[in-house]
């Protein structure tokens, strides 16, 4: 499986952006994600989303960011409302299964005041 972000961009805060991964196989049975990295700090989980649907985020994006998965279409987005600044960062999009791990490369998300 290889995964390919797309959907970041400059936002103002209190926007909203949806960010995509694509993949180029079939995520059934692999555990999403994704994660941020902002400059100067280390790669940080914002949401995963397991096979069987269950959601979880981080403390800090709880209530503003949504996760969802379409394993017909194998894709993965992040639905990310009232952004703030400390949201800027790469964001990553992660495959997870019992016998690998994917990365996509990422996307950058900049918010401004």
Request: with cysteine.
């Amino acid at each position: 499986v290889q995964l390919q972000a797309s959907g970041g961009g400059l936002v103002q805060a209190g926007g909203s952006l949806r960010l995509s991964c694509a993949t180029s196989g079939r995520i059934f049975n692999y555990n999403v994600g994704w994660y941020r990295q902002a400059p100067g700090k280390q790669r940080e989980l914002v949401a995963t989303i397991t096979r069987g649907g269950s959601a979880n985020y981080a403390d800090s994006v709880k209530g503003r960011f949504t996760i969802s998965r379409d394993n017909a279409k194998n894709t993965v987005s992040l639905q990310m409302n009232s952004l703030k600044p400390e949201d800027t960062a790469v964001y990553y999009c992660n495959a997870d299964s019992p016998i690998s791990t994917v990365w996509g490369q990422g996307t950058l998300v900049t918010v401004s005041s």
